[in-house]
């Protein structure tokens, strides 16, 4: 054995990593044939945000990893935070794992338990199954809030994780954040120099170097940026400030036009203004005052550095992979759980409009806006890279993650169970360049519903509001509302959305707002243990 000592950021909680570590020589390659897999998910990042997407932001490790692999222009998501993190961890759709809403509340209705159901067994668990080392560090958000004082058989521990670093929860400080675990132990001591992106890379690499290649490793690593609130080092706010003082007018053009270049949009189409996401009109740059413009400047430097942070620990963990010796037979996966978010206000709202170019709407919804994640499938050794630097325009969908990775595992799902059968489709051919077999996607969120069947998109933004019907082989940005024109159209697909919602747990539907929902439930369902 090797005895490298690596230099560890000293922020990170000390009982986690050591810093000197056991690491396997370059020289040594796994016995294993079933190949490494690292699942990189980031929070709240727009379909633009990536260098590799078409943005100014510097993303040189993940656009590495694109130019290397396959890039997924139409890869969907559900649109939220908890309900992505489910649909990805248990291959189907979110209400029919419990996770219909959100974590912060167990509704005791089937689809909305606040957490996974028990029933279905993990990615983790299922990789378990097949030999695999399983690790996670980073954002969990699929334990009811109500349990984060005492496991309660949902922790990512007890779901299949031989280690997890990181927060339960889904929100809140990246220098306090709340509760931390090391396992199933609460971290009670956080250092005043911590940065939980920092964090989630260090104890990352520390499973890495930790690990034994005589199993292969299944990583999770679940970034909390960029999500609200914005923080981060000043110095990496400064280095972003000059490039946004052109206005978002400028950078959003400039960003649509990279993608055309880049494959990403068709060439034929122009960028549109989301005047209606506005109330009937978007602010030009110019038309913001002094004060608005400093604002939007320093908000997106700083998301823009949270991202970069990102970024930079991506590329450390890739270093680690390699210095283990294990790179040419690992896969790596990168994508967001949803949209940008407007949760900032009217300057946040701008700062979306840009990060989800050329979509329309944000996180929450089911627009494009808030269902378009950038996807991206690379293999270490670069000979199995099939559409090395292209782009892969089949449709594809979050719950495709899990069926992939047992792909890649050369495992199935356990025949035992009642549920043994999964609606998402292994990914592997398609980023071979060969065809998937074509299917109807489904959405919906607190009320915001969709289906997409072949170029036909149903949608509506609330429960309360008539559908939308669009066109997305000509109007994949959804400017154009078909429904009068087609009424039969719309009749045909709200049929088969409420034949899905019937058999997936989706009804009732719930349309109270946020604070109302929490207390309405918590009050009518006292016990929040999730058990």
């Given at each position: 054995m090797l005895k490298v000592n690596i230099q560890m950021r000293p922020n990170l909680y000390p009982i986690?990593?050591?810093?000197?570590?056991?690491?396997?020589?370059?020289?040594?390659k796994a016995k294993n044939k079933q190949p490494n897999i690292v699942l990189i998910l980031c929070d709240d990042m727009g379909f633009s945000d990536?260098?590799?997407?078409?943005?100014?932001?510097?993303?040189?490790?993940?656009?590495?990893?694109?130019?290397?692999?396959?890039?997924?222009?139409?890869?969907?998501?559900?649109?939220?935070?908890?309900p992505s993190r489910a649909a990805l961890l248990t291959g189907r759709y979110q209400h029919e794992a419990g996770m219909g809403w959100m974590a912060e509340v167990d509704e005791h209705r089937p689809g909305y338990r606040g957490q996974i159901d028990p029933e279905y067994p993990t990615i983790a668990e299922i990789m378990k199954t097949a030999g695999y080392s399983t690790y996670m560090s980073g954002k969990w958000h699929v334990t009811i809030t109500g349990a984060y004082d005492a496991p309660n058989g949902s922790y990512p521990k007890q779901r299949g994780f031989d280690r997890y670093y990181g927060c339960l929860h889904g929100g809140g400080s990246y220098y306090k954040p709340n509760p931390i675990y090391n396992d199933l132990e609460r971290v009670k001591n956080i250092p005043n120099d911590y940065y939980y992106t920092y964090a989630i890379t260090d104890s990352a690499i520390s499973f890495v170097n930790k690990h034994n290649t005589e199993k292969p490793m299944f990583?999770?690593?679940?970034?909390?940026?960029?999500?609200?609130?914005?923080?981060?080092?000043?110095?990496?706010?400064?280095?972003?400030?000059?490039?946004?003082?052109?206005?978002?007018?400028?950078?959003?053009?400039?960003?649509?036009?990279?993608?055309?270049?880049?494959?990403?949009?068709?060439?034929?189409?122009?960028?549109?203004?989301?005047?209606?996401?506005?109330?009937?009109?978007?602010?030009?740059?110019?038309?913001?005052?002094?004060?608005?413009?400093?604002?939007?400047?320093?908000?997106?430097?700083?998301?823009?550095?949270?991202?970069?942070?990102?970024?930079?620990?991506?590329?450390?963990?890739?270093?680690?992979?390699?210095?283990?010796?294990?790179?040419?037979?690992?896969?790596?996966?990168?994508?967001?759980?949803?949209?940008?978010?407007?949760?900032?206000?009217?300057?946040?709202?701008?700062?979306?409009?840009?990060?989800?170019?050329?979509?329309?709407?944000?996180?929450?919804?089911?627009?494009?806006?808030?269902?378009?994640?950038?996807?991206?499938?690379?293999?270490?050794?670069?000979?199995?890279?099939?559409?090395?630097?292209?782009?892969?325009?089949?449709?594809?969908?979050?719950?495709?993650?899990?069926?992939?990775?047992?792909?890649?595992g050369k495992t199935g799902y356990p025949k035992n169970l009642p549920h043994n059968s999964l609606e998402g489709k292994n990914l592997l051919p398609a980023s071979e360049g060969k065809s998937i077999e074509k299917r109807t996607l489904y959405f919906e969120h607190q009320g915001s519903c969709a289906v997409i069947d072949g170029s036909w998109k149903l949608v509506r933004a609330n429960r309360n509001v008539q559908w939308e019907l669009i066109n997305l082989e000509n109007d994949p940005f959804e400017t154009t509302d078909l429904a009068m024109k087609y009424p039969e159209k719309v009749e045909e697909l709200e049929n088969i959305w409420i034949k899905w919602a019937n058999t997936h747990k989706v009804f009732p539907l719930e349309d109270k707002p946020w604070t109302e929902r929490l207390n309405f439930y918590k009050m009518k369902n006292p016990d929040q243990s999730g058990k």
């Open positions: 986690l990593i050591a810093s000197t570590l056991t690491v396997i020589p370059t020289i040594l990536l260098g590799c997407y078409g943005s100014e932001i510097s993303t040189p490790n993940i656009d590495r990893l694109a130019q290397e692999g396959v890039r997924f222009s139409q890869f969907k998501n559900t649109g939220r935070s908890c990583l999770y690593v679940a970034h909390y940026a960029p999500h609200l609130p914005l923080q981060a080092p000043k110095e990496y706010i400064q280095k972003s400030i000059d490039k946004y003082k052109a206005g978002y007018d400028v950078l959003r053009k400039q960003r649509f036009e990279k993608q055309k270049e880049l494959g990403l949009v068709p060439e034929k189409m122009e960028l549109p203004i989301f005047n209606k996401e506005f109330g009937g009109k978007r602010p030009a740059w110019e038309e913001l005052s002094k004060e608005q413009q400093d604002k939007w400047i320093y908000d997106m430097a700083t998301y823009s550095a949270m991202i970069e942070i990102m970024d930079e620990g991506v590329g450390q963990l890739i270093s680690a992979i390699k210095k283990k010796g294990i790179y040419d037979n690992t896969v790596f996966i990168f994508l967001s759980d949803n949209g940008a978010t407007d949760e900032g206000g009217f300057i946040g709202q701008l700062m979306s409009d840009l990060s989800n170019t050329p979509y329309r709407s944000y996180k929450k919804w089911v627009f494009q806006g808030g269902t378009s994640t950038p996807f991206i499938l690379t293999f270490g050794d670069s000979k199995k890279n099939k559409m090395k630097g292209k782009i892969c325009k089949q449709p594809a969908h979050i719950i495709d993650i899990l069926p992939t990775c047992m792909a890649l």
